[in-house]
């Protein structure tokens, strides 16, 4: 990991029109990414994750979406002010992606070679079969037994975590800058989890690629990532080093998280702690802090305005009023 | 163990499901061994937890304890009464005691009726049956009585699941399950599709309602702290057979199967300190499909202890320190 930025998301804004009114998906979202670095964004289901990564590569199935504001600086370019022919070089090649579902991004109906080689010749110039010869060398780095044999079968002869191999394979074949994984390793047993992070871990670090790893998972995220983002309805909550935040959390939230989490290295016999309360419903949304309801601590300025981010000296940023300098009356 | 009432005595259990012919042209019958041959059993007001990856056979053996299959081979003694001997009528009075909690609460409660008649539901059932008696005015007090227990305010009874959350439609499962009574449920995955801090919530639920009605638990998880946390003994599936079982401290502490060994080092650890210096074993391969007759180890393929003689016959439990079983020939021989 080093200083330079290559991805910095300003104020992210993502809204989703239905019938009951409208969904701020993603409500100010801020964060940098660094040069080789392994980003988590962690959360559980609706708070954000997914709608923010699909609006960094302009993904957003508009309607109903729409992103309303912010910018995602790409090496100095704001990917969502660009136009559709020259974000589509982007993706798949500077910036790639995984989902937890490999079959959202394979085809079913075509061999793996074809699909492999058509992203290579596409945005590498390689020539058909130095393209193959690529196809086959990703694959065998990412685990594939015999890859010149498997690359010409179909999606359906592998198994899930063989697939899962394929997609690593696949977005990391044209040596992108970015890889954003969203829950690549949810539906996967803890056998085969262990596998693919391993592989994903060794891959990027070997091609330097940096990576947003999207999970609800704190555990993959203590084990995979330099810096985290906690996010609750639709906003950061805490931002800072992995090590820093899990010794020391400070937003309510991601203390309640931490500390809901059963723990192998810890015996049972204490209770568990837990949040209380119900996920917030994240539809017209009031001005205030969506976890008032389920805090500890809230105060009565919670209820009536969103917080303002506070920063640490560790480079940490939390949005609560309990550490915030700006007073309201 | 301790030396408690044993209420649910697990032998020799058995569940193939035929899988098709070989070929069009017939020859052999193929089967998949989902279930094949486990023996356990569970002490009144005990949790047992049941772990192991997808497909392992847990559902199935959850399923065919509840008679939900016919076993195809093994007693399932509940209370003295092996169940897969009984005929339909005194099968559905015995059932009365063995409640299931499923995963997704979402697909187990019916979304044409509202919480409160889910709950009454298996009331009426036996009521119906002549089974059980209650008047009315009774059943509504405890469908009341359950829903406030499982943490609904009883003025939700007449709302229908879609306007409940997924922690508060698995209260709804819990209450139902509750509502007769019984001595042992079976809970499949209750908590697995719930967020953290719901999961939380709905464990600490499980426990109060095990103190407070002194229920026994059949748990099954396949998050290895889940189980830690909930169970008193835990039993380690792979392909359908039972790897280890012991005391949930001891299988934490001392993981003797190469296999529990392998699956608790997998699993992630929220710690960043402990991960960075953690070291795992990496498994290699996929879990096989249970679909062959296995004369050896059914980990042999994946073990990275294998011995010769563990291809040569299959390692049954056996007890090697005191409540401590393990089906592995690096702590007993070949019988
Ligand atoms: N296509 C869509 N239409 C309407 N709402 C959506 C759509 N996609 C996502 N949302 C809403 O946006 C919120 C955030 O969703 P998501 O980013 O998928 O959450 P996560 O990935 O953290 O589980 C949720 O409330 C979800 O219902
Ligand atoms: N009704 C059925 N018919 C045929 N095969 C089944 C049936 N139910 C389960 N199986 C198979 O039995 C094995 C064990 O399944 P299951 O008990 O659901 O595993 P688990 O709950 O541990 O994930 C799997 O290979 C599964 O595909
Ligand atoms: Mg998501
Ligand atoms: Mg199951």
Request: glycine share 8%.
């Amino acid at each position: 990991m080093t200083e330079e930025v290559i991805l910095r998301v300003k104020d992210l804004r993502t809204y989703f029109k239905t019938d009951e009114g409208t969904v701020k998906a993603v409500d100010g979202v801020s964060f940098d990414l660094h040069k080789g670095e392994t980003l988590g964004i962690v959360g559980e289901s609706g708070s954000g994750k997914s709608v923010t990564n699909l609006s960094i590569i302009n993904m957003i199935p508009s309607p109903p979406g729409k992103i309303v504001g912010g910018e995602v600086l790409f090496m100095d370019a704001d990917l969502l002010a660009m136009p559709a022919n020259k974000i589509r070089e982007i993706r798949g090649n500077k910036i790639s992606m995984i989902f937890q579902d490999p079959m959202t991004s394979l085809n079913p109906f075509l061999r793996i070679s074809t699909q492999m080689t058509e992203t290579i010749i596409l945005h590498q110039g390689l020539g058909k079969d130095e393209a193959k010869a690529k196809a086959i060398e990703m694959l065998k780095l990412a685990g594939i037994p015999a890859p010149e044999k498997r690359i010409d079968q179909y999606p359906h002869q592998f198994s899930g975590g063989m697939r899962q191999r394929v997609m690593i394979a696949m977005s990391l074949s044209c040596n992108p800058e970015i890889l954003i994984a969203d829950e690549p390793t949810s539906a996967l047993d803890v056998t085969i989890q262990a596998q693919i992070l391993d592989l994903m871990k060794d891959l990027t670090a070997r091609l330097g690629t940096a990576v947003i790893l999207i999970t609800h998972s704190l555990g993959v995220v203590a084990g995979m990532c330099d810096t985290l983002c906690v996010m609750y309805a639709g906003r950061v909550v805490e931002r800072g080093a992995t090590d820093a935040v899990f010794a020391d959390p400070k937003h309510p939230y991601t203390q309640g998280l931490i500390k809901s989490v059963p723990r192998l290295d810890v015996a049972s016999g204490n209770r568990l702690s837990s949040i209380r309360g119900q996920p917030p419903n994240v539809i017209d949304l009031p001005d205030c802090c969506p976890f008032y309801p389920r805090c500890d601590k809230a105060m009565d300025i919670c209820k009536r305005k969103y917080p303002a981010v506070s920063r640490f000296d560790d480079g940490r940023s939390v949005a609560c009023w309990l550490y915030s300098e700006e007073k309201l009356p | 163990m301790s030396d408690k009432e044993v209420l649910l005595d697990v032998k020799g259990l058995k569940m193939h499901f035929p899988a098709g012919s070989r070929s069009l042209l017939g020859g052999q019958k193929r089967f998949i061994y989902a279930v094949d041959g486990v023996d356990f059993q569970i002490r009144r007001g005990e949790t047992l937890g049941l772990v192991g990856e997808s497909g392992c056979g847990k559902s199935t053996t959850a399923r065919a304890i509840a008679q939900l299959y016919k076993p195809t081979a093994g007693e399932v003694i509940l209370e003295g009464e092996d169940l897969s001997k009984l005929k339909a009528q005194p099968l559905i009075a015995a059932r009365k005691n063995m409640q299931m909690v499923f995963q997704d609460p979402y697909a187990s409660l019916n979304p044409r009726m509202t919480s409160g008649d889910i709950i009454a539901e298996p009331l009426r059932i036996y009521q119906k049956r002549g089974i059980l008696s209650m008047t009315k005015t009774e059943t509504e007090e405890r469908v009341e009585m359950l829903m406030e227990r499982v943490g609904l305010s009883r003025f939700f009874k007449n709302r229908y699941p879609h306007e409940f959350s997924g922690g508060q439609r698995q209260r709804i499962g819990i209450a139902r399950a509750l509502a007769l009574r019984p001595a042992l449920m079976l809970c499949d995955e209750p908590v697995s599709a719930l967020d953290v801090s719901i999961q939380a919530q709905i464990l600490n639920l499980f426990k109060d309602l095990q103190d407070e009605f002194g229920l026994t638990y059949l748990f099954i998880a396949h998050d290895l702290a889940v189980i830690q946390y909930i169970s008193t003994r835990v039993a380690v599936m792979y392909l359908g057979i039972i790897a280890e079982i012991s005391g949930s401290a001891d299988l934490y502490r001392k993981p003797l199967h190469p296999y529990t060994q392998a699956l608790l080092s997998a699993a992630p650890i929220p710690d960043p300190a402990i991960e960075r210096t953690r070291k795992r074993i990496i498994l290699t391969g996929d879990v096989p499909s249970p679909d062959k007759v296995r004369t050896g180890c059914y980990f042999y393929d994946r073990c990275s202890k294998r011995m010769d003689k563990c291809a040569k016959s299959v390692p049954r439990l056996k007890e090697v320190e005191p409540d401590h079983q393990v089906a592995c020939y690096l702590y007993h021989d070949p019988e």
